[in-house]
């Protein structure tokens, strides 16, 4: 067995923060964030409109969040980082009894990561939870779901039907 050290490892090279070409820096607007390519919206903590290109809308609706059958609202919207290569927003949600977050970190390439953290109080009934993402038909046609099953994940062609097509439970 032989340990060998490789010229790249251990080191900063491509850790720069810079906004590579042809990309360009993010703009913001108060619950807006603009890239090169696509312009987003937050409500709620979630998009609730997403242009691409030629003012084409990729959602349908408006991401929303229901807990026990109820929407959550936003208490508190800020940016925790506004800088040319990385937006980095926070949405506080209440629901009686329970707290959430969500975090989300926004890439001049159009990279979105959304990380949401669930606080339920003493006490707190947990059902359900749902997370509605309702994307414009024109533009998905596909599905490839990884969910609680081990070498069995759906991948097919959406049907063209209005309605649940899919959920986390199949």
Not at 58 to 68: C, E, H, I, S
Request: aromatic share 12%; charged share 25%.
């Amino acid at each position: 067995f032989e340990f060998a050290k490789f010229d790249w490892e251990h080191n900063k090279l491509g850790k720069d923060r810079v906004v590579l070409p042809p990309y360009k820096p993010l703009q913001y607007s108060n619950n807006k964030v603009k890239t090169l390519l696509a312009e987003y919206t937050l409500n709620n903590g979630f998009l609730s409109f997403v242009k691409s290109g030629k003012a084409e809308k990729l959602l349908a609706f408006p991401v929303t969040l229901t807990v026990n059958g109820k929407k959550l609202t936003e208490k508190n919207f800020k940016w925790l980082e506004k800088a040319d290569d990385l937006g980095i927003s926070v949405s506080t949600l209440a629901l009686d009894g329970l707290d959430l977050s969500v975090r989300n970190e926004f890439e001049f390439d159009n990279f979105i990561k959304t990380t949401m953290t669930v606080n339920p109080g003493k006490g707190f009934d947990f059902k359900s939870m749902t997370l509605d993402i309702p994307l414009n038909g024109k533009f998905a046609s596909q599905l490839h779901s990884t969910c609680n099953r081990m070498r069995q994940n759906d991948a097919k062609a959406l049907p063209t039907t209005d309605g649940e097509i899919w959920n986390s439970t199949q």
